[in-house]
């Protein structure tokens, strides 16, 4: 070590005084004045938001919003303070009974995770640390380390994989089709762009999530490069006709560089034959990237783990802890097998982020160097304590019972003659609908009733023309009275929708609801 960077210490004290009143502190700090009324009224909102998760039962799913809860936010700039009560009143009126209540074991809508109070505690203790992970050299950084070393054996990648914590698998899918495309092109496309290369073609199947496309269309390519190839009657993607568009893209002189395989397809749960596309990815040279968005954390459940193989075959990995980890939001993630590409993708040395081989500026590579966010906030941590303290079995045994809830709804949707299955059930998403003439149109109402009732909130998609009621059971919190309860009401509502169409209007069925909701 020269004598220039050599450690020199000094005699210190770090017991600095507050000085009150003296010019900038503390008067002009936003810190409080009374820490123990601060700690009074911050021990009251850490206990209405845990009563909030102990009793989320005794709440509606969600519930139609009052104009005066809206009213509340389109307000002018506040010039003048206004105590921290007056907002938390506001809070627990007019914003904790609207939100959209995906912590309610009701709540089967999109593909949303319940979240949990461990990992809620460790985003306030994120918060109060106000952690920056854009880079430099402290624990928080570790921490994330560590993530991504997990996220590693998970998947049995290799340590030189690199990992990175996003907001979520939307921009962890567009990072994967980055770093394809350095893969392709050479890390001289960052400099000349895309128009300077070969025409690169890219391939998903029809169940695939538009953030696939949307990746393609911001990574410069033109949604016109996104091959959408058919699926099968499984909602896997079809791997002949994968071959087949490969193949005549090659004999047109374009350049196949990129396939996304899905590890549980949006609208129903489908995983791809990853196997099969990995083998293609390997014969044909091409990037194999995997949306595992919420699927992929099936790894964690060794009933389930079977069924993703061929994804410790993937280039890239792009999967969510805030659906199936039920890590609170947001906690996306983006693995890539091979780091220094990953490096090379985003890396840019800019003076003001120098890196030195001590002190703060010491611990390079930094994750800024991976990913287009330079500021980050410390989703690691609350993604460490969910793992830690709960463990991964624990959160893998999560993961099974959710498909196992859902293998019991498609079992009571067989058994109900008014209703009828729509999709295969391969995880833990189940579209079926009531049975009736006009079925798109009291679906979709019977899925609004439902939501409106706040007896259960699953949403709606388009299976093979059809519009489906479709349920997404992510919930730790879900169990079997949840999906009785939305079988239910799906009866109910459905049956006094078609009333309503042959007959004068009867609210009895509707009435009854609220013994359900009740029970
Ligand atoms: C299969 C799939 N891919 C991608 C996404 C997008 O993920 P995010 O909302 O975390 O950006 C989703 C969201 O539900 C999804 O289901």
Partial sequence: MSAASETISIESGFNRQNFPGDGLTPRDSLDPADWGHLRAQAHRMLDDILDYTEHIRERPVWQPIPQSARDQFRQSLPQKPASLAAAHHTFMRDILPYSVGNAHPGFMGWVHGGGTPVGMLAEMLAAGLNANLAGRDQVPLEVERQVVQWVREIFGF??????LLVAGSSIANFIGVLVARTAALGA???RQGVAAGKRLIAYTSAGAHGCIAQAIDLSGLGID?????PMTARHQIDIQALEEAIAIDKRAGLAPFFIAGSAGTVDAGAIDNLTAIADIARREHLWFHVDGAYGALAMLAPDLAPRLAGIERADSIAFDF??????????GFILVRDGTLHHDTFAARAAYLGREARAMAAGSPWPCDFGPDQSRGFRALKTWFTIKVYGAEKLGEVISGTCRLAQYLKQCVENE??????????LNIVCFRYRSQNADDVNRNIVADLQESGIAAPSTTTVNGCLA???????H???????????????AFGSARTNSQTSSQDNSELNSLESVYQS
């Avoid at 003659?417 to 391969?426: F, H, I, Q, R, T």
């Avoid at 009621?469 to 919930?475: M, P, Q, T, W």
């Fill in 158 to 163: 290799p340590a030189t994989a690199s990992g």
């Fill in 188 to 190: 001289g496309v960052r």
């Fill in 225 to 229: 490069a996104l091959r959408i190839v």
């Fill in 322 to 331: 805030h659906k199936w980890g039920q890590v609170p939001y947001d906690a």
């Fill in 417 to 426: 003659p008014s209703l009828e299955l729509l999709a295969p059930v391969a």
């Fill in 469 to 475: 009621i479709r349920a997404a059971i992510v919930n």
């Fill in 477 to 491: 919190r879900t169990n079997r009275g949840d999906i009785d309860a939305l079988i239910q009401a799906v009866i």
